[in-house]
């Protein structure tokens, strides 16, 4: 997912950057960025470059300038980007801004005191960002048209048992009798009064218990116990 020049101005610590001509272009998609050190750029680049001029390594002139717009233009690069100030280029020759405006070719001015390696580091992470996002995409495309989703590859054995979503204390023991988990049987409610009139189950007395109906089951903390009748006569 290429970023366009516009996109590219927009971005945090480049707002000392000024478009000087050219915005019919500013939906280019920009590749990547190269800076040009050499008297030509036609060799060294593919397309879709933001080409830097520095002056730094070679001089240039407003015949060199134009000469290097044409040659951006014919192999398709996204913008171009010189640095002005006192030490190398003083100014962009308004020739060369006439030039850009009627090729649609964004160019854009930059001071000389905002560093480089401010600029590209910015330009080159979003740029990254932006074709990691893609790829992204384009993975859960690809997984929605296979169906070759990661959970779908688990063994059986590794899944948690449907009853751990609802009693996640008893996910061990599940595991261990096989994924397995038994059923928790409910307390009935008449035992569960009684027990709480009478306290603790091995505290309860004769009489609470032959007041209970005969097969009635106790139940405390979930455990199931028969409380044995006295016998009849």
Do not use: C
């Not at 280019?28 to 008297?39: D, I, K, L, S, T």
Request: aromatic fraction near 6%; avoid cysteine; charge should be neutral.
């Amino acid at each position: 997912m290429s970023l366009t020049v516009s996109e590219l101005l927009a971005l945090e610590g480049l707002s000392a950057l000024r478009l000087r001509a050219g915005k019919q272009g500013l939906q280019r998609a920009v590749r990547w960025y190269y800076v040009a050190e050499n008297e030509h750029i036609a060799e060294w680049i593919m397309g879709g470059e933001l080409v830097f001029i520095t002056g730094i390594n070679h001089p240039r002139d407003e015949a060199n300038l134009i000469q290097l717009l044409m040659e951006g233009k014919q192999r398709g690069i996204a913008g171009m980007v010189i640095l002005t100030g006192e030490a190398y280029i003083h100014a962009i020759p308004a020739t060369l801004i006439a030039l850009a405006d009627e090729l649609g070719m964004p160019l854009i001015e930059q001071p000389y005191l905002l560093k480089m390696v401010i600029v590209t580091e910015r330009i080159g992470t979003a740029l990254v960002r932006s074709e990691n996002v893609l790829q992204s995409q384009r993975d859960i495309l690809m997984q929605l048209v296979t169906g070759d989703y990661p959970d779908l590859q688990m063994p059986p054995s590794a899944r948690p048992a449907p009853a751990a979503r609802f009693y996640p204390s008893a996910a061990a023991g599940g595991a261990a009798s096989g994924g397995v988990v038994p059923p928790v049987s409910p307390v009935p409610a008449r035992a569960g009064r009684s027990l709480a009139a009478a306290g603790p189950p091995q505290r309860a007395s004769a009489a609470a218990a032959a007041a209970q109906p005969a097969g009635q089951f106790l139940s405390a903390a979930g455990a199931q116990q028969h409380v044995p009748f006295p016998a009849a006569g």
